[in-house]
């Protein structure tokens, strides 16, 4: 059936499949193959004109869309209202579809300005970065050409650039100031300008702006200069040394904002209080205040000590002389420097200020000093004696403390130094190895105890007997020490001992994991007695008792094993059942260093003329042998050749008990010319060993068994045997 064209609103041919005419938005029957409506062009552009007018409607900020679509349903005429509202609404979705394109659009220009701008953004910020830099290094060169020049500032005749931006600051502040011109001229070549500027003086009270005033801090003094009148706009008031000066942060909540900025300068017997401009300023002052304090502090204590150790080699050369000439020098030892007796007035002060810095390298110095001092008087001695007290607890709570060896043994080194210097060494010591046994401790309880016994045992022998090496490295040229390091490290030897013996050797272990765990410890005692420290014996002495325990254990087991299979002993061919298992066999017993391929049975497949419990015997004779040999070290050697002896007496009395036949004869044969040589160097390496003897002494008829044996032997020999 063809679909007819039929006439819609439009003079176009239409077709019955219901689309809407994308022109006059007719509802009657188009198909898709149809061509477009001819509507006649006014009419058409008249609609787009009248759309793009109800489109612009949307955009305004006060448009109301219920009133819109109200007023677009009063228009609608009576008995077209389904073709006007299919009409309205594609209308709707046609500008719905527009708008979503054009937002899309825009967000993506918009996105790429944003990720163009932030790459601006970013190149800017390097930039900003960059010159930053370049400023911090000129200030810093800057600054320290001034400290350069600034020694030379009395010479004149070298127009350098050095000496500009030296003579700079110092022209700044005498065109600011007046009466300073002569003391900054005149100062010593070590003095300087260390930080000036202009702070507000508060009321002490009402803490009230009153005015501004300059402050001058030099190496030794500081300058406070009052507003001034005149051609200057300050004039100097005061200057005041820095050993009668405090500054004292103020913390008051009450002052707001400016209580950040607020310092205090306490100037016997007054105080004064000023505002800086920030709260970087004031830490400014503060710390470069008491830097300077300290500084001076310092330089006046060397000065000292230096006069002191100039006078007391003046008066050993004149005691020499007066020795030298018999005469009396009762005198000279009761005189009194006068120098020294000021020094030592001051020095408690001295020693307070070192301990409230943490400056204990100076305070050790300071009572060294004291110490070596002729002069004594008791008030003085009894003062400096608890500051040495003080020095000394100060120092041991330094290697006391929980985090005290975060950075290694060298964290806390220097304390360890000081108190050695204080005559405390023994101290010193003691503390330092107390520490690393906690710590030792500490890493210990972090080992967890493995399905591995000996994974275990090599990582807490590792832990222990590395830090016993290191702390003997670290003493080796302290021979002074040496008792307390060896007694220091029995101790920890028997702590790791006994985890040892707690966890591994009275758990039941195999005779491997017993011979293992041994050797083990003999290795790194090894390694100990590389660097001078013998502790073997202490190995012996603390394990032997759990060693003999579980080496008699094991061993009961296994004997009794080996009666069990002798009495069940049925003296037939080992069948192996397969070839494939025959061969897995030979090469086992190979490995072993035992050769078998020339008792291969003739008669029945996948035999060999041995019986099972000889091939059986042979592995457990092997591997005890290998066992045994590891302890023979130990001073349980006695015991490893008894059980070693008993072993091989209860298989020899089997085999020369049994019913002659040729299976005995080939099971003898590789028993005795093949086993009992190689279990024999194994365990003792020496020629002939304990099995040797025992066979010649005890099993006499057996000896036609042993002898030069080779690989490819035949029934022939062996009946001739």
């Not at 937002?103 to 996105?111: A, D, P």
């Not at 910020?125 to 930053?132: G, T």
């Not at 009321?203 to 005015?211: A, I, L, R, V, Y």
Request: proline share 3%; glycine share 4%.
């Amino acid at each position: 059936m063809t679909n007819q064209p039929v006439r819609g609103s439009c003079s176009a041919p239409c077709f019955e499949e219901p689309l809407i005419c994308c022109l006059c938005y007719s509802t009657k029957g188009y198909s898709r193959g149809s061509p477009l409506c001819h509507l006649e062009f006014p009419m058409a552009s008249a609609h787009i004109m009248e759309s793009a007018i109800n489109d612009e409607q949307f955009g305004e900020e006060n448009f109301d869309a219920i009133a819109y679509v109200r007023d677009q349903l009063k228009e609608m005429k009576s008995g077209d209202e389904t073709r006007q509202l299919q009409t309205f609404r594609t209308r709707l979705n046609a500008i719905n579809t527009q708008s979503s394109e054009s937002m899309k659009k825009s967000v993506f220009l918009n996105y790429k300005k944003f990720i163009d701008t932030a790459k601006e953004v970013s190149h800017l910020e390097r930039q900003i970065y960059e010159l930053s830099s370049l400023l911090s290094d000129q200030r810093v060169l800057i600054e320290t050409l001034m400290q350069m020049t600034g020694e030379d500032r009395s010479s004149i005749g070298t127009a350098s650039l050095h000496t500009s931006f030296s003579v700079n600051p110092m022209n700044v502040l005498m065109q600011k100031m007046d009466g300073i011109a002569a003391l900054l001229n005149n100062l010593p070549n070590h003095d300087r300008v260390i930080m000036h500027g202009e702070v507000v003086q508060l009321d002490s009270d009402s803490m009230e702006p009153q005015h501004n005033v300059m402050l001058i801090l030099l190496s030794d003094r500081l300058l406070i200069g009052q507003p001034s009148s005149g051609k200057y706009r300050f004039q100097l008031e005061s200057s005041h040394p820095l050993n009668n000066i405090a500054a004292v942060n103020i913390k008051d909540r009450e002052s707001g904002d400016t209580a950040t900025s607020m310092f205090k300068l306490l100037i016997f017997p007054g105080q004064r209080v000023f505002l800086a401009g920030s709260a970087r300023i004031k830490k400014e002052w503060l710390d470069c205040i008491e830097n300077t304090k300290r500084e001076l502090l310092h330089e006046g204590s060397l000065v000292r000590q230096a006069t002191i150790r100039g006078k007391r080699r003046q008066d050993l050369s004149a005691k020499m002389e007066s020795v030298n000439q018999l005469t009396p020098v009762a005198e000279s030892l009761a005189t009194k420097s006068p120098d020294e007796g000021a020094w030592l007035n001051e020095l408690p002060a001295e020693l307070d200020d070192c301990i409230a810095h943490r400056d204990m390298e100076h305070a050790v110095e300071l009572i060294m000093e004291w110490k070596s001092c002729n002069t004594r008087e008791a008030a003085i001695d009894a003062q400096l004696t608890l500051r040495e007290t003080q020095i000394v607890q100060l120092l041991s709570e330094e290697v006391r403390r929980p985090g005290a060896l975060h950075g290694g043994p060298r964290a806390v080194k220097k304390a360890i130094n000081l108190l050695t210097i204080l005559g405390r060494a023994s101290q010193a010591v003691d503390l330092y190895l107390r520490k690393r046994s906690t710590v030792l401790r500490t890493t210990t309880r972090e080992l967890a105890m493995s399905e591995e016994p000996l994974s275990y045992v090599r990582q807490l022998s590792q832990q222990f007997l590395d830090v016993i090496s290191d702390v003997v490295k670290e003493f080796l040229m302290q021979p002074e020490h040496f008792s307390l390091i060896l007694h220091w490290c029995s101790g920890e030897l028997s702590v790791m001992l006994s985890l040892i013996r707690r966890h591994v050797i009275e758990v039941a272990p195999t005779m491997a994991v017993v011979a293992h765990t041994w050797r083990i410890l003999m290795t790194h005692c090894e390694s100990l007695i590389a660097v001078g420290v013998d502790l073997s014996f202490e190995v012996h002495r603390l394990l032997a008792p759990s060693l003999r325990t579980a080496i008699e254990t094991n061993f009961a087991n296994i004997i009794e094993s080996i009666r069990l299979r002798i009495s069940e002993e049925r003296w037939k061919a080992y069948n192996m059942e397969s070839e494939s298992n025959l061969n897995r066999f030979i090469e086992e017993m190979s490995d072993m260093g035992l050769a078998i391929d020339w008792a291969l049975s003739t008669t029945q497949r996948s035999s060999i003329n041995i019986t099972q419990n000889a091939c059986h015997f042979s592995r457990v004779a092997y591997v005890l042998a290998r066992d045994l040999a590891m302890l023979r070290s130990s001073h349980l050697r006695y015991l490893t050749d008894s059980l070693m002896v008993k072993l091989w007496s209860e298989y020899l009395n089997h085999l020369k008990s049994a019913p002659q036949s040729t299976l005995q004869q080939y099971t003898s044969l590789f028993v005795i010319s093949q086993l009992l040589p190689l279990c024999d160097a194994i365990y003792d390496g020496s020629a002939p060993g304990i099995l040797s003897e025992l066979l010649e002494t005890k099993f006499g008829t057996m000896l036609r068994y042993r002898g030069n044996f080779h690989t490819a032997s035949s029934d022939e020999n062996v009946a001739h045997v």
